[in-house]
């Protein structure tokens, strides 16, 4: 598979053309995290190894809520450790247009710690560590994302005054594939992708989705890091650029009832050291053992990974429906409605497709976990059983857990988790996914009063 080269701008032109630079990072939710400098300053900030930025942003739950900082619940940061700076050292190979915004370039930066050593619970480092393993193995993987989001009218602003509810769709019926319902946002998405390729960002096809105010938007595949990079900043600047034109984009995983939830298929290759790609085989009609394996390995560790691909309460309204967000440890060609598709009829196309991951999922976790499970399938010859043919709802979805509260217990005693990212960083996600799941327990939402308030 062709890979996309890496955006690249001249530091000694960057004063000329930009006013700021953003040095930025993934948080554990996946969200872009940094601070903003001039781009007089930039170049300081590169000869200095990077600026400083407090642990908290590793510590603290999506709300930015600071109770396991203050109970000290996390060994990494918190009251204990006085909370102080790593450094975020921008990777200048990283270093494009911010294209949504106005003479801004935007950079992302490796986290490292004060010994010079890569912040462990980074997930760009969890992400590095384990290509580090594939290049250690003699293979190497392309990556792609498929992501659906929700496009509303109205800004933020005005949906949070709203409390979400009473939203109007940007499509009033099903516009799956539909060029019509599409038109009246054209002149959006093709603004949104010429600026998204002016970042380095390009995009291979966008298109309407079955429910309504859904898109889906397909990722120029690559190498995935660079792939998990371009995904994340995608988020941001989509929704940023919805925002700018009063309306509101959503990666939640099903935003609302009666709809479909909104994805992040996983597309993965794998080739060797000489180029040659491994899940084909001329003389088993295209398939082979090595692709085999890879689905074999996915499958096995679905269930003990599931917090990385489902890590919100709602991700599992998603899972839970029958609306291709997978099911149980199935697996199948062309099949929309398994876990792990296999899809591709020629040496360059042949993939695997991982269809468990949320569009909230963070993409350098859900990176790092398929292609764990990828390698650790193919180095143990993992046998996936027979290929599911036909509706695989008649069965119950098995080995995979239906909840954050069953995820995280899983994720705890995931051997393979634990050996790649060690005992320390996997208690660290599960404290903070743990934490989500008690503020949910604890919380009285609207649907309990309407459930019950004049009925019991």
């Known amino acids: 598979m062709a890979q996309e080269a890496r955006p690249t701008l001249d530091l000694q032109h960057l004063v000329d053309d930009f006013d700021t630079v953003i040095i930025t990072a993934p948080d554990p939710h996946g969200r872009m995290f940094g601070r903003r400098v001039s781009s007089e300053s930039f170049g300081r900030v590169v000869a200095e190894g990077g600026i400083g930025v407090s642990t908290c942003v590793y510590g603290w739950d999506i709300a930015q809520d600071a109770s396991l900082l203050i109970a000290g619940s996390l060994a990494y940061t918190g009251v204990q450790t006085g909370m102080g700076d790593f450094l975020l050292r921008p990777d200048l190979s990283t270093l494009r247009p911010a294209g949504w ?104 096809a966008s298109q309407g989705e079955w429910g309504l105010g859904q898109w889906e938007t397909t990722l120029q595949h690559g190498e995935p890091l660079e792939m998990a990079d371009r995904h994340a900043l995608y988020k941001l600047a989509t929704r940023s650029f919805a925002a ?114 949320g569009a909230d999922a963070n993409p350098y976790l859900v990176l790092a976990g398929v292609l764990a499970s990828i390698r650790t399938g193919m180095e143990d010859q993992v046998d996936p059983g027979e290929p599911t043919v036909g509706d695989p709802f008649g069965a119950p979805a098995t080995g995979i857990p239906q909840n954050l509260g069953e995820a995280v217990t899983a994720f705890r005693s995931c051997a393979l988790a634990i050996e790649t990212m060690g005992a320390e960083v996997v208690d660290h996600y599960a404290t903070l996914m743990q934490r989500e799941w008690d503020v949910f327990l604890d919380s009285v939402t609207d649907w309990d009063r309407r459930r019950y308030f004049e009925l019991i």
């Open 101 to 204: 915004l106005d003479r801004t370039a935007i950079c992302i930066g490796d986290s490292i710690e004060e010994s010079g050593l890569p912040t462990s619970v980074a997930p760009r480092s969890i992400l590095k560590d384990e290509l580090f393993r594939w290049s250690t193995a003699g293979i190497s993987a392309s990556a792609g994302t498929e992501l659906e989001f929700y496009l509303y009218r109205g800004s933020p602003r005005a949906a949070r005054a709203a409390g979400y509810s009473d939203l109007v769709p940007t499509t009033e019926s099903p516009a799956d594939y539909s060029i019509y319902e599409g038109d009246e946002f054209d002149s959006f998405f093709a603004d949104l992708r010429g600026r998204l390729d002016r970042s380095g960002l390009k995009l291979e």
């Open 244 to 357: 700018r034109h009063d309306m509101s984009a959503t990666f939640m995983a099903k935003p609302f009832d009666g709809g479909p939830g909104s994805s992040c298929h996983v597309h993965v290759s794998v080739r060797n050291t000489d180029g040659a790609p491994l899940f084909w085989d001329d003389t088993r009609g295209g398939t082979s053992d090595s692709l085999r394996w890879a689905v074999g390995g996915a499958l096995a560790n679905a269930g003990g990974l599931m917090a990385l691909y489902a890590p919100t309460v709602n991700s599992y309204r998603r899972i839970r429906g029958q609306d291709a967000a997978g099911w149980g440890l199935t697996w199948g060609f062309d099949h929309r409605f398994v876990t792990a598709r296999v899809i591709g009829h020629t040496p360059d196309s042949v993939r695997l497709e991982f269809r468990l991951p």
